[in-house]
C-alpha cells in the first residue's frame, strides 16, 4: 500500500524558506504524478505544485511560481517542496498527494487527480 508521509513543516518569519520532504512509502513509486497542496481551516484545499514523474514537466499555483520549487529523488522514493521568500499567506497544512495509477494527470492541480494523501505537515509564517 503506498503512503505519503510528509515532514520538515514548521514556525519561520516572513522572507525565510523551508523545505517539505515527503517519502512514498510502501513501494518503488511507479504513479504518474506526484503534487503538494495545502490547507487552511474553513478553505478549500488547494494545489500548490505537481510534478510528472517522468520528468516531462511541473507545474505551479500562480501564487507560488517563482518562490516554490518540486522536486524528486526517484532513489529516494522522495518528493520535496522548496519553499523560498515565505509569506504569511502560505500559512496551512501541506499535504502531499501521489497519483499510483500509471495514466496520465488530467489537471495536476486538482484533488481528483490523486489518490494517497499523507497526514500534512504544518508551515506557519510570522509576518
Known amino acids: 500500500q503506498v503512503q505519503p508521509v510528509e515532514s520538515g513543516g514548521g514556525s519561520v518569519q516572513s522572507g525565510e524558506s523551508l523545505t517539505l520532504s515527503c517519502v512514498i512509502q510502501?513501494?518503488?513509486?511507479?504513479?504518474?504524478?506526484l503534487a503538494w497542496f495545502r490547507q487552511v481551516p474553513g478553505r478549500e484545499r488547494e494545489g500548490v505544485a505537481a510534478?510528472?514523474?517522468?520528468?516531462?514537466?511541473?507545474f505551479y499555483h500562480s501564487s507560488a511560481k517563482g518562490r516554490f520549487t518540486i522536486f524528486q529523488d526517484n532513489a529516494k522514493n522522495t518528493v520535496y517542496l522548496q519553499m523560498n521568500g515565505l509569506k504569511f499567506e502560505d500559512t496551512a497544512m501541506y499535504y502531499c498527494?501521489?497519483?499510483?495509477?500509471?495514466?496520465?494527470?488530467?489537471?495536476?492541480?486538482?484533488?481528483?487527480?490523486?489518490?494517497?494523501w499523507g497526514q500534512g505537515t504544518q508551515v506557519t509564517v510570522s509576518s
Open positions: 498527494a501521489a497519483r499510483t495509477s500509471r495514466s496520465p494527470c488530467q489537471a495536476l492541480l486538482t484533488r481528483s487527480d490523486y489518490d494517497r
Open positions: 510502501g513501494s518503488t513509486f511507479s504513479g504518474s504524478c
Open positions: 510534478i510528472l514523474t517522468n520528468g516531462d514537466g511541473r
